[in-house]
């Protein structure tokens, strides 16, 4: 096997996994869509911090009348539950068998042992961070893509340090980052595609980006109920297909004829729950939404090129909003009856509305900003583009390759 083929991607989140392996008491509830590489990841990080560790996934067999799962884990290594107790132990997959593994992190919290449960989801919902010390992992953001690219740290530090200078970057550095982004948006983010453009094996994206999607309808296999299943998925056949309208907003009669909000509510939960779908809501109405999916190449093509302008803004919203996710910020979209609307507002802890536009060689500036400034008191807003940083009284506008810092971008931007 040559190196090539064993490449090991460099990942933000290990950082987290160390200060909780380190700081926090207790176990780590870790999950994402299937296919970012929780497990990999997690592996990984025991082989280098740890002299030795135990990895377990659920048996086909494995019932949910397991009266001690702890037990039931121990005997699966030939060890006692005191023993086990004391082991590193990542558990993957747990998804699978909630009852079980629900049993099983509440003996963890209990004993404060250093357990990484993994999951597809976070079926621990209404649990704090005080109770369960939890982390999301998401594709690759543009600025690992860049780390495993061989960039040296300048690249990656020097984005948020001279836009929090107010600076621009120079002009050769800006447009190799454009250049690159670009080549980011067509990969999608999810490792095993990274990998293949690694290696420059073009041909195998396209089948990667298929079964990261398929991967997404996978995941509803577990829904036991068949009609919520069936909903489900009928919600998912019709993601792609809303986007491209010129109004995006999500309509169940594009179902079929005569569905409605009520009818669907369970499964859209579900879906935005499972992190299957993400959901970003309009500013004053709840029940006006767009749905995304969780990853942004949901349509491959064999080269870059043969992606049009329409789907190359789609998969740049798309990850636009992922990013925000990942990040935390709240963000929504708004708009003033058929005549102005905005992508984003951010809401920040403070309960201030930033209102934010993007555009690029396919999108031209909209006049909505200084719609939504006129009827909200004139917030300061954000531009997203291909140009370099430019700061203006009304506006700041930068670059698209830069949306990974965002929360640091705002301390100082607006």
Known sequence: MTTM?????????????KAWDEDITGPLFLYG???????????????????SFLYYEPELSLADSVSDPADHVATHFGLSPEVLANEFLILNETEKNVAFFTKLLEKAVEGKYKWIFISDYDYTKGKTEAEIFKMQMFPLQFDEFLTNLGYNDWY?????????????????VHNNLISTFEEYLWTGGMPEVIKDYIREDRLNIRSRQTDAKL?????????????????????LDTVE????????????????????????????????????????????????????????????????????????????????????????????????????????????????????????????????ILSYQNKHDNPKAIK???????????????????????EKLLKVLV
């Open 215 to 235: 991967l997404i309808y996978n995941s509803i296999n577990n829904i036991k109920d068949a009609s919520l299943r069936n909903k489900c998925d009928q919600i």
């Open 5 to 17: 083929d064993k490449i090991i991607l460099k990942r933000n989140i290990i950082e987290n996994i």
């Open 241 to 368: 297909a809303q986007l491209k309208k010129s109004n995006k907003k999500f309509m169940f009669n594009q179902i079929r004829s005569g569905v409605t909000y009520q009818m669907y509510a369970e499964a859209l939960d579900t879906l935005i729950d499972r992190g299957l779908c993400l959901r970003i809501n309009e500013v004053s109405d709840e029940r006006k939404f767009k749905l995304f999916y969780p990853e942004f190449s949901f349509n491959p093509m064999e080269s870059f090129d043969e992606i049009t302008d329409v789907e190359f803004l789609l998969r740049e919203e798309n990850y636009l909003l992922q990013t925000f996710a990942q990040k935390g910020i709240d963000v929504a979209f708004w708009e003033s009856g058929n005549r102005a609307e905005l992508p984003f507002v951010i809401r920040t802890d403070e309960g201030r509305s930033i209102p934010v536009d993007y555009h690029g060689e396919n999108r031209k500036v909209s006049k909505s």
């Open 384 to 406: 997203i583009s291909d140009s370099n940083f430019v700061d203006e009284d009304s506006s700041v506008t930068i670059p698209v390759y830069s949306v990974f810092c965002i």
């Open 156 to 172: 990656v530090s020097s984005v948020s340090e001279t836009l929090k200078r107010k600076e621009k970057l120079p002009d050769i």
């Open 33 to 51: 869509l299937k296919g970012v590489g929780k497990a990999f990841i997690c592996r990984e990080y025991a082989k280098d911090f740890h002299e």
